[in-house]
């Protein structure tokens, strides 16, 4: 089983709309969780930290379940802009990093 | 422009050459990661350094790689007698550990094409 796994997608949807991704984590012990956002062939890109009570950036929410081992994004008012691949991180007892493999993300006109 | 930088951004190589990738950090950074992703996969973790001390290697990271950060600044990452499997995109992050909370900041990459 995978540290961290998510839904590849693609998730298609259109503009305006409202989506969620989730992202499961195998270590109880894990103690940071991330978003970063990685657009083709770029670098990911911090989209937001996310904490034990849940926390809001404009549009994004980001909330984590440590009973269930999840952490999940929503997207409100999807916008062109969003298309992207959206990469859960979490980190354990050091500090790196360990990635989900991402979930694609293509808002249509 | 502040961020990290990493050089080159595309390597094309012949199997068995030796290949190094430069990563300058955000300056204030003490820490320094590697990173390789390949397509359709997250970035997997390779090595990392806090200052000039290399604190933790990945499994991943066989004898053909080799990471320094000498002066705990910049980092090199070499990888002796490619394969064609090392073809990958070599991501550098920076960061620096603020109240508890561990933020990384990538570099561009470098794309290895290994033929």
């Known amino acids: 089983r995978k540290e961290v796994e998510q839904d590849p997608g693609p998730f298609n949807v259109p503009e305006g709309a409202t989506v969620a991704f989730n992202c499961t984590y195998s270590n109880s012990a894990s103690q940071s969780f991330f978003w970063y956002r990685q657009d083709c062939r770029k670098e990911p890109k911090l989209l937001m930290s996310v904490y034990s009570s849940g926390n809001e950036d404009g549009r994004f929410t980001a909330q984590l379940n440590r009973a269930s081992q999840y952490i999940s994004l929503l997207i409100r008012d999807s916008k062109l802009s969003d298309s992207a691949t959206y990469l859960c991180v979490v980190t354990g007892v050091t500090y790196k990093y360990i990635f989900g493999t991402g979930t694609r993300l293509k808002v249509l006109a | 422009d502040t961020g990290v930088s990493q050089d080159p951004r595309h390597k094309i190589t012949k199997r068995g050459q030796n290949v190094t990738f430069r990563c300058d950090p955000i300056s204030e950074h003490n820490r320094l990661y590697w990173y390789r992703q390949t397509l359709g996969q997250g970035p997997e973790f390779l090595t990392y350094?806090?200052?000039?001390?290399?604190?933790?290697k990945s499994r991943l990271l066989s004898d053909r790689f080799s990471a320094e950060r000498p002066k705990g600044s910049f980092s090199t990452l070499e990888i002796q007698r490619t394969e064609q499997g090392d073809s990958a995109m070599y991501l550098c992050?920076?960061?620096?550990?603020?109240?508890?909370?561990?933020?990384?900041?990538f570099g561009p990459g470098t794309r290895l094409l290994v033929l």
């Open positions: 350094f806090q200052n000039e001390a290399q604190l933790e």
């Open positions: 992050a920076s960061s620096m550990d603020r109240e508890g909370l561990e933020t990384q900041y």
